[in-house]
């Protein structure tokens, strides 16, 4: 007989909890939000191509570019968003405005 363990999102975490501060790359600050507002509205004005496109470009600018997530956390946000109702995309930028500023972020 199988032992019945109980279920939490632990066991996806690996049996951790990231805060806002401890997602940033090491001596990164996180960015304002009128910087994350300015970079997700040029992002949405001049992304053609749909969800794809748009997670392409944010690997590049968030990930490569500004450093503001290891490619590891990205990689995380985009799998959890592909676990979502939606466009990936929309998930994953709200995760990113979220990681970087918290509620307000993913609201920006």
Known sequence: ???????????????????????????????????????????????????????????????EKYGWLSSTRYMELVAMANCLPGPSSTQVAFSIGITQQGTVGGLV
């Open 1 to 63: 007989e199988l032992p019945i363990v109980p279920f939490s999102a632990a066991h996806f975490a690996g049996d951790t909890v990231m805060t806002m501060g401890e997602q940033l790359l090491p001596g990164a600050e996180p960015p304002s939000l009128p910087t994350i507002a300015k970079n997700f509205l040029v992002m949405g004005t001049t992304a053609f191509g749909g969800p794809p496109v748009h997670l392409g470009m944010f690997q590049n600018t968030f990930v």
